[in-house]
């Protein structure tokens, strides 16, 4: 129920000296510094009858950040704009928003005034009695039967599994406001930081919009953004201030809440911290879920698995503080997507997809460039034969060296020209790093196993005059991610 009236939004903001009224002599106008009006009774009536909520609460925020209320000021309202359904956090973070990016349009700072107290301390701590539950908003589905707002998932899985490509497919499906694998979604602003794999991303987006028919044009109606760049969620000074201030901007830009943002990946996102480490992965946790409480976003994380592939690497910490989490496979005839865990929801169940390959243009070279699209599948794939023990790890080290330090060979006798391949000694110290506790000899031994493994028995990699690359062609031309991707 709404608490605030116009003479209570009077009583709470400050008068200025030169406020105006726009032309028809509306009372509570002001002028605002681009040269429009804002009729704030106009503003309250349509809040009040539930009609365009997010563009009126802009233009009463604006107003107030006119006139020169400070951001504490401003997040007082939010008990009485909230909408039935939402708590008065989530309709404060969003004021938050508002107010940010009418400071940053119109270059208006924070007076920076003493906070207004308007609960006494600790009382979101006040327990709630069970007859009060009745009162309480109901969870609030992104994707119905799937993702909450404002919750945490992990979509993990071995690398070349679709799993960044299907998190993309996700976050685009969201912006544009479509079903998602037959299921209904709440639009919104959609954020991929992409930490690992920045450069593909521009093909990935165009084999997408090629696919589902979206002209240039129509992009600019698709609230979807990405940041691409390394990112660091493990210290306390390190980007999470950042990440939070430049969604809101950007969710105040495009007039849109933020509903999803995704990680990719856990471990580039960590920097340089330690998976294993109980306080490492607490301090990542604890930083993403800052940066969902303060934005009301979904967070999702992308992350891989140890060589057994069957739960996500690291500090058992990072299941627990999931609300959900998803395990992407690479499975015989095209891959497979299943909820592991799901808090408030059904779990135990599947999506099958594949992934496939688009041409998006032609490279310098005039060679075609590649990427991947997502296509529902009717069936779940069968699961495939696991690789050796060995044999994963031994994949693992290639796609990581692959990805560091990868280069195209041309004009080389038994090298597929244009094949991205790397130095078979680069490859050999990138495992031996993983096998630090062995002996040389094992190591060697274990190193000639993987080999035989990945190129005579699965055929996946081919090694000659000291060069090695993935088999298939589509994985090097996509940069040595494979056609099934990250």
Not at 198 to 215: E, F, M, P, V
Request: overall charge negative; aromatic content about 6%; hydrophobic content about 40%.
């Amino acid at each position: 129920m709404f608490q605030f009236d116009l003479e209570e939004i009077a009583r709470k903001v400050p008068p200025v000296a030169n406020d105006n009224v726009p032309q028809g002599g509306v009372a509570g106008g002001l002028n605002l510094p681009t040269g429009g009006g804002v009729d704030v009774r106009q503003a309250l009536a349509n809040i009040h009858n539930g009609n365009h909520w997010h563009d009126n609460a802009r233009d009463l925020i604006a107003y107030c950040v006119a006139k020169g209320c400070p951001d504490a000021l401003i997040e007082t309202l939010a008990p009485g704009l909230t909408l039935p359904g939402y708590t008065a956090d989530q309709t404060s973070a969003e004021l938050r928003t508002l107010a940010a990016g009418a400071r940053d349009k119109w270059s208006i700072p924070d007076p920076v005034a003493e906070p207004l107290q308007t609960a006494p301390p600790g009382d979101h701590l006040r327990p709630i009695l069970l007859s009060e539950f009745a009162n309480l908003p109901r969870r609030q589905l992104l994707i119905k039967g799937l993702l909450g707002i404002a919750e945490l998932s992990c979509w993990y899985g071995a690398p070349g599994c679709g799993k960044s490509f299907l998190l993309m497919d996700v976050a685009i499906s969201i912006a544009r406001g479509v079903y998602w694998f037959n299921r209904t979604v709440k639009p919104g602003l959609t954020v991929v930081i992409a930490a690992e794999g920045g450069g593909g991303i521009r093909k990935r987006l165009d084999a997408y919009c090629q696919h589902h028919g979206i002209d240039e044009p129509a992009r600019v109606d698709i609230p979807f953004a990405v940041i691409p760049a390394s990112v660091d969620l493990l210290s306390a000074e390190g980007d999470v201030s950042a990440i939070i201030e430049q969604v809101r901007r950007t969710s105040a830009n495009v007039s849109a809440p933020v509903r999803l943002i995704v990680i990719d990946t856990l471990s580039r996102a960590l920097a340089g911290g330690n998976e294993n480490s109980p306080d490492d992965m607490g301090r990542f946790i604890n930083n993403v879920d800052r940066i969902r409480e303060e934005t009301q976003a979904h967070v999702a994380i992308v992350h891989h698995t140890p060589h057994d592939g069957k739960r996500p690497r690291g500090h058992s910490a990072l299941i627990g503080a999931m609300d959900v989490n998803v395990h992407v496979e690479k499975r015989q005839g095209g891959n497979s997507a299943t909820v592991t865990k799901n808090k408030d929801d059904e779990d135990g169940w599947a999506i099958g997809f594949n992934l496939q390959s688009m041409d998006v243009g032609l490279d310098d070279d005039g060679a075609a460039i590649t990427s991947c699209v997502v296509k529902q599948s009717d069936e779940i794939p069968k699961a495939v034969r696991k690789l050796p023990p060995g044999a994963q790890v031994a994949l693992e080290c290639l796609h990581n060296v692959l990805a560091r330090e990868g280069r195209r060979v041309h004009n080389r006798s038994g090298i597929p020209d244009g094949a991205m391949c790397v130095s078979e000694n680069a490859w050999r110290q990138e495992f031996y790093s993983r096998k630090a506790g062995d002996k040389l000899d094992t190591k060697q031994k274990a190193f000639s196993r993987a080999i035989t493994d990945l190129d005579e028995k699965w055929k996946i990699i081919t090694h000659r005059d000291g060069y090695v690359w993935l088999a298939d062609r589509e994985a090097w031309r996509n940069g040595g991610s494979g056609q099934n991707g990250t």
